[in-house]
């Protein structure tokens, strides 16, 4: 079985890159299972951020290492919270990281807008090295809108307020294996595992 380095610390994408990886024999490793600790994600876009973790990782434990970079981004915010989304109730300075702070924030910015169009976005980037030169890149979106109020146990992060556009469910509502199919991360990944298939790790 070939082994990756999945670069993030987070249990909600960890369990869903493991779900699907699996299927390619690949055993995705949680970097915390090296001691990485967290990168910096000091950039404007999905992809240099993806693209800093994934050597970040690589280089800590000699792995090829799985990153991505996700969040969700909000038509009537121009596009926020977007990169910030891990850390949008955090920007004034308070800590810690708490989706609950999140979606709260995020309806207080909402609060009276009728545009309520959203989607996630997700990059996925693989290094065979640290300094790979030509990484795998692939990419996803998710289309949907904000509740006003949440809905539903599963998932993480936004997904009690993402109301997906075609099942009329919210991120919270679906089964694992429904989300894994449409969400922006399935789709990225399902583009990856495609180009994963013809490159010898
Ligand atoms: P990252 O770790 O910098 O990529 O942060 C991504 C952040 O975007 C997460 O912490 C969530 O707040 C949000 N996010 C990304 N994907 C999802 C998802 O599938 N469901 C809910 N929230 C998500």
Redesign the pocket.
């Known amino acids: 079985m070939k082994k990756l380095v999945i670069a ?1 610390g ?1 249990a ?2 960890l369990r869903e890159i493991q779900h699907l990886l699996q299927a390619l024999n690949i055993e995705a490793l949680p970097q915390s299972d090296f001691a990485v600790p967290e990168a910096e ?1 000091p950039h404007c876009t999905f992809i240099e ?1 993806a693209l800093a973790k994934a050597r970040h990782a690589s280089q800590h434990t000699g792995l090829p290492a799985l990153a ?5 981004c909000v038509d009537a915010l121009q596009g926020a919270p977007g990169v910030h ?2 850390r949008y109730a955090c920007l004034d300075g308070t800590e810690p990281k708490s ?1 609950e702070r ?1 979606n709260a924030k995020l309806l207080q910015s909402l609060s009276g807008e009728k545009n309520r169009y959203a989607h ?1 976005y ?1 990059v996925m980037v693989l290094v065979r090295y640290a300094d790979d030169p030509q990484p795998l890149i692939a990419e996803g979106i998710w289309q949907g809108e904000i509740l006003q109020q949440p809905r539903g146990d599963g ?5 009690p307020l ?1 109301l997906d556009a075609k099942t009329d469910k919210t ?1 919270a509502e679906l089964p694992l294996e429904i989300k894994n199919r449409i ?3 399935g789709q990225a990944l399902a583009k990856l595992v495609h180009k994963l298939e013809r490159l010898a790790l």
Not at 68 to 72: K, M, R
Request: proline letters at 0%.
């Open positions: 993030t987070n909600g994408k994600e951020n991505d970079d996700s969040g969700i989304s891990a989706d999140n996630y997700c998932g993480f992060g936004y997904d993402f991120g969400s922006h991360r």
